[in-house]
């Protein structure tokens, strides 16, 4: 199990900016896959971004509702992964988690990740 912390949500207008981050004390986030997720009351929760381990190419997808509004980084020095939102709408507001796995390096396996963190919420309201 990894020990995932986020922080960084809270409260913004539409059209307003947000910047999450996770840290993970004693895990090296750049060797692995690691994805941001969102729950939302009455929804499942869902893969909203994913960066994939170094040995896998570290490459980053999104899902269709935040591409060009969402913006996925690592810092290694910090050892931690970002998530920037722009452009944020109402129907952004959710539970924000970010969830990785010490098992894997690709996004492909998002579904069996196993290690999360509580959670940090973002509500986008006027």
């Known amino acids: 199990q990894v020990r995932l912390v986020e922080s960084g949500g809270g409260l913004v207008q539409p059209g307003g900016s947000l910047r999450l981050s996770c840290a993970a004390p004693?895990?090296?986030?750049?060797?692995?896959?690691i994805g941001w997720f969102r729950q939302a009351p009455g929804n499942e929760r869902e893969l909203v971004s994913c960066m994939n381990g170094r040995d896998a190419g570290g490459g980053v997808t999104y899902v269709d509702s935040v591409k060009g509004r969402f913006t996925l980084s690592r810092d290694n020095a910090k050892n931690t992964v970002n998530l920037q939102m722009n452009s944020l709408k109402p129907e952004d507001t959710a539970v924000y988690y970010c969830?990785?796995?010490?098992?894997?390096?690709?996004?492909?396996?998002?579904?069996?990740?196993?290690?999360w963190g509580r959670g940090t919420q973002v509500t986008v309201s006027s």
């Open positions: 004693g895990f090296t986030l750049e060797n692995y896959a």
């Open positions: 969830g990785a796995d010490n098992h894997y390096v690709s996004c492909d396996d998002y579904v069996r990740f196993a290690s």
